[in-house]
């Protein structure tokens, strides 16, 4: 709340500061003096919450005057840090730098703004990595809204991430000032990243495999064609291709299942190490994406808490990563890929125990399919208004998609990770592997196209922000029912 209120407000940073020390003095007063006054426990309490709201308030407000908008229009010569991956476009290379110095009148003067920067492709620009220093000159423009059927607006997106302006940098106005050659983890993240997507790039698949595999593997879309990638949209099974808790989760069952022999005090704990270090592993090699960074969290406290014999309760285990989330980047509590991740988990705990309850077959025939079935349903009721609010469309077929895409997805994830080390070892077995591979996710890519070539794949549905509270409301409220006949 503190964040979301924040955004709407300017304030400056020493009354921000002022706020803050006031609510922590207040607080170790409480603290102190409820262990001689009792009735002061409840306004202890009450006063934590407090330090909670302005913490938040405070932390997106420091972020916020730290940056600065560029006037539109205006030609500016400016020095700045590339913060973000360089992505190969067809005619320009796009990328956000951190501008920290103006030039005016031949001197330069401190400028602290975020620009989203696409410079004219050349050698030069085509050299640029994640940490180099450029000097260049562009005019400044605002960020415009791409023409979407739904309420997401990329200009309040790159808004929550204190990006507000635009730049188009020809190459003769572009200099590199200083290469980063400094060891850093991010950077050594998305060299290992790219070796790994050059190493899939190697197995001759068509093109087509070979983004789609990119994609699930590593969170690489940059070369997705429009065809694949409206395929996938409109059967709801973009969430196969974002690299998010379902990669790492299949990650997380793997390991268990390989490791299943490790049994006793020492040999469990080096398997829960084991575990752990192969799920953060895997978010450096995708090169730590915050929807991974959510996940990889949320399986290590799982797995140590497996390893402690604690009864992990996964509400708590939610609240506990997305609180360490916002605390390292605060506004990822308005990113789209947060919302969703985290309301879908929260409908697939509740909603498929709920259904299992209901009805739970003991064959294995039967219970496979329908754990399939009811994990679908139950990701979508509590993300189909926010999908309806943002995208403005509803994949009639989830359902079916689902169905076939997830465990096809779990044996591209599977030969997708034995085909790295294979290609240190043999020749001959990469070649075998890669051939099997390629025939597993031609054979996705070829399901998910014959499902959106069906009548009607997806429907158009446009609702305002508050018809999808309006069905927030009767998802809740019929969650209360529920829960209120099951404590009777």
């Not at 400016?78 to 476009?89: A, D, F, K, S, Y």
Request: hydrophobic share 50%; aromatic share 14%; glycine share 6%.
């Amino acid at each position: 709340l503190g964040i979301v209120t924040s955004v709407h407000f300017s304030v400056s940073n020493p009354i921000l500061l002022a706020l803050f020390a006031g609510f922590c003095l207040l607080q170790f007063l409480m603290f102190v003096l409820q262990k001689r006054y009792f009735f002061l426990q409840t306004t202890s309490g009450i006063f934590l919450y407090g330090l909670s709201y302005v913490s938040g308030f405070c932390i997106v407000g420091f972020q916020q005057n730290s940056v600065s908008s560029m006037t539109s229009g205006v030609r500016y010569h400016v020095l700045g840090v590339v913060n973000q991956e360089p992505q190969v476009r067809e005619k320009t290379i796009k990328t956000i730098i951190s501008v920290y110095q103006i030039n005016e009148r031949e001197s330069w003067i401190p400028f602290r703004s975020n620009v989203l920067v696409y410079i004219a492709k050349d050698s030069v620009s085509k050299s640029l990595s994640k940490g180099d220093v450029i000097e260049a000159k562009g005019y400044a423009n605002s960020i415009v809204d791409l023409n979407t059927n739904g309420r997401f607006s990329y200009k309040n997106y790159m808004a929550r991430k204190l990006v507000f302006s635009s730049m188009y940098i020809p190459s003769y106005w572009l200099k590199i000032a200083e290469r980063d050659n400094g060891f850093s983890i991010a950077k050594t993240a998305l060299k290992v990243r790219n070796y790994v997507d050059s190493l899939y790039k190697r197995c001759c698949f068509m093109p087509q495999e070979q983004t789609v595999l990119s994609a699930l593997m590593l969170g690489v879309r940059t070369d997705m064609s429009p065809e694949i990638l409206h395929a996938y949209m409109s059967t709801g099974a973009m969430h196969i291709l974002a690299v998010s808790g379902l990669h790492v989760g299949i990650l997380y069952l793997v390991l268990g299942w390989c490791l299943f022999f490790m049994r006793g005090r020492i040999l469990s704990f080096l398997k829960t190490l084991i575990i752990v270090v192969c799920i953060w592993f895997y978010a450096f090699m995708t090169g730590f994406s915050p929807s991974i960074e959510r996940a990889a969290i949320m399986f290590s406290i799982l797995a140590i808490a497996r390893q402690f014999s604690m009864t992990a309760n996964i509400y708590n285990t939610l609240a506990a990563t997305a609180f360490i989330s916002l605390i390292i980047n605060p506004m990822d509590v308005f990113d789209v890929g947060f919302q969703l991740s985290y309301l879908a988990i929260i409908g697939i705990v509740y909603f498929s125990d709920l259904c299992n309850r209901w009805w739970n077959p003991q064959m294995l025939l039967l219970s496979k399919p329908w754990q399939m079935l009811t994990v679908s349903i139950s990701a979508q009721i509590l993300t189909m208004p926010l999908t309806m609010y943002y995208f403005g469309q509803i994949p009639i077929y989830f359902l079916l998609t689902n169905i076939i895409a997830i465990p096809v997805s779990f044996f591209v994830m599977i030969l997708g990770i034995i085909i790295i080390p294979v290609a240190f070892v043999s020749s001959k077995l990469f070649g075998f592997a890669a051939f099997l591979l390629g025939k597993v996710v031609w054979f996705q890519n070829f399901s998910i196209k014959w499902i959106s070539q069906l009548p009607h794949s997806s429907v158009m549905v446009n609702i305002n922000f508050f018809a999808m509270l309006v069905l927030y409301s009767i998802v809740i409220s019929a969650f209360v029912l529920i829960e209120k006949r099951r404590y009777q």
